[in-house]
């Protein structure tokens, strides 16, 4: 957990002596401490500690509508940020854990969107949904999910695209198998195998509805090979007709594959690290995701590093053999801060995913970029030459 590490207490007499003058200017988490003891905490963050804090805390005006806590407060404690990442992590976690009842209205928080194929259905089919039910092991249950998207239309829209390659139903209706029944607009086009009227077996739709569970597990890939492969056998046969038409199926995929966010994969494949910048000097905050949950952090400082027989390169490699570190609380609202912080616009910070192993020379070259210096310091005090990796990092 990041622990609010700074405290002070509070006494309005003094405001102006010995507190406010103690203050950073800086982005932070902040909890003003009620005098009563009943009474609830008041938590804050900002840009700028001081400033905030004058206006909460600074004389009181009678004339003036604007909240004052002068009265209130007893003390404060607060943990400078550095990215807007590390802030919103930190408010989550101590608003969950102080307001349990609140904490996501405080946030306005929404589990995040991810497609589900619901294999708990006799005749599943893939759809938009916020709730990702868990096993005693934290482990997603009940089907297979896909995500996290930005928002539920942009997974809607994927899933339009992902569906138009198999013929999986998309109707919310219960399926009787009833041969008199008409059937819909989808199964008239031959886009969906159409159960409802019988228009196929159970076997023959579940082998439909496991080709679309393994393309999500493989993000594509396993569509692709089958489809590359009935090319080169068309090919072979001299075909050349069904090879062009398998040919423009994976220019088809390929295309929708394009405009998925490197983000989304399934769920229980989700892992990556994020890097932040940090308020100490020289150091990284490294952020990992292990199933779609986020992991305790831990700090980088590349000037101790320096000092020691072990390169980050090592250090690294450590922290990933060894894992993450805990990895509990509610998966729906990790992937939510996870999805909110990567498709802001700006965003702070890198991310790297795991696929067979980490990129690790690319992490390293992504903490060089994020110690240099800012562009306004970097142009009142220009550096000649390729930017260095950090001190101790190879």
């Not at 759809?127 to 092991?137: C, G, K, L, N, S």
Request: with cysteine; glycine share 6%.
């Amino acid at each position: 957990m990041l622990e609010l590490d700074c405290e002070l207490e509070f006494d309005a007499a003094r405001t102006e002596e010995h507190f406010f003058p103690a203050l950073p200017s800086q982005a932070a988490v902040c909890l003003i401490e009620a005098r009563e003891e009943k009474a609830d905490p008041f938590l804050i963050r900002t840009q700028n500690l001081r400033r905030r804090l004058e206006r909460l805390l600074g004389p009181s005006d009678p004339a003036s509508k604007r909240l004052n806590l002068s009265d209130f407060a007893r003390g404060i404690r607060y943990r400078r940020t550095s990215s807007a990442f590390e802030q919103t992590l930190t408010y989550y976690q101590h608003a969950k854990q102080l307001f349990p009842e609140r904490y996501r209205e405080l946030m306005r928080l929404q589990p995040a969107a991810v497609l589900k194929v619901n294999l708990r259905n006799a005749y599943p089919r893939c759809y938009v949904t916020r709730r990702i039910p868990v096993d005693e092991a934290g482990v997603p249950t009940g089907g297979a999910y896909y995500g996290p998207f930005a928002s539920p239309r942009s997974a809607e829209t994927f899933a339009e695209r992902i569906l138009d390659l198999f013929k999986v139903r998309r109707c919310q209706i219960k399926i009787r198998r009833d041969p008199t029944f008409p059937g819909c607009l989808y199964s008239e086009l031959k886009m969906c195998l159409a159960p409802c009227f019988a228009g196929c077996t159970k076997e023959e739709y579940d082998v439909e509805v496991q080709r679309l569970v393994q393309f999500f597990e493989t993000s594509g890939g396993s569509v692709r090979s089958t489809i590359e492969v009935e090319r080169e056998i068309a090919s072979e046969q001299l075909d050349f007709e069904r090879a062009a038409t398998l040919h423009k199926k994976v220019e088809k995929l390929d295309e929708v594959l394009r405009g998925r966010p490197e983000l989304t994969r399934r769920i229980q494949d989700l892992d990556a690290v994020i890097l932040q910048r940090a308020v100490e000097e020289q150091t990284i905050g490294v952020y990992g995701v292990r199933g779609g949950r986020l992991a305790d952090p831990f700090f980088l400082r590349f000037a101790e590093i320096a000092s020691q027989p072990r390169s980050a390169e090592q250090i690294f490699r450590e922290h990933f053999v060894a894992g993450p570190g805990a990895t509990e609380g509610d998966l729906g609202e990790h992937l939510w801060l996870l999805a909110r912080w990567y498709y802001s616009n700006p965003r702070e910070g890198e991310i790297f995913l795991r696929e067979k192993d980490w990129p690790y020379r690319r992490i390293l070259r992504a903490c060089s970029r994020l110690l240099a210096p800012k562009t306004s310091e970097a142009d009142t005090h220009p550096t000649p030459g390729p930017a260095q990796p950090p001190e101790g990092a190879s």
